[in-house]
């Protein structure tokens, strides 16, 4: 799987060539994607973070509850 987004939307490419949009402003992949994108969603709906901010939430959210998951992150955004 991979994720793709430019400023205005998030795509997800799937193993088999399919392209999915997510239903909400948030995506998330791997072993803590689930867990990611559930803090994601709840930081959308709840706060008025950055989406920078939230990512680095979510991710280091994920990171404490999944074993697979590490909290040693990289963000990059587009200006």
């Known amino acids: 799987m991979l994720l793709v987004a ?3 939307k998030i795509l997800l490419i799937s ?4 392209v999915i949009e ?6 998330a992949i791997g072993s803590g994607g689930n867990y990611a994108y559930s803090a994601a969603l709840a930081y ?5 973070l950055s989406a920078k901010e939230i990512v680095e939430k979510s991710l280091h959210i994920a990171g ?14 587009l200006e």
Not at 22 to 27: G, L, M, R, S, Y
Not at 44 to 48: F, G, K, R
């Open 6 to 8: 430019d400023k205005n």
């Open 15 to 18: 193993g088999d060539g399919n």
């Open 22 to 27: 997510p239903e909400k402003d948030a995506i």
């Open 44 to 48: 959308l709906d709840c706060s008025n």
């Open 64 to 77: 404490n509850i999944c074993i697979y998951t590490n909290e040693n992150i990289t963000v990059e955004t």
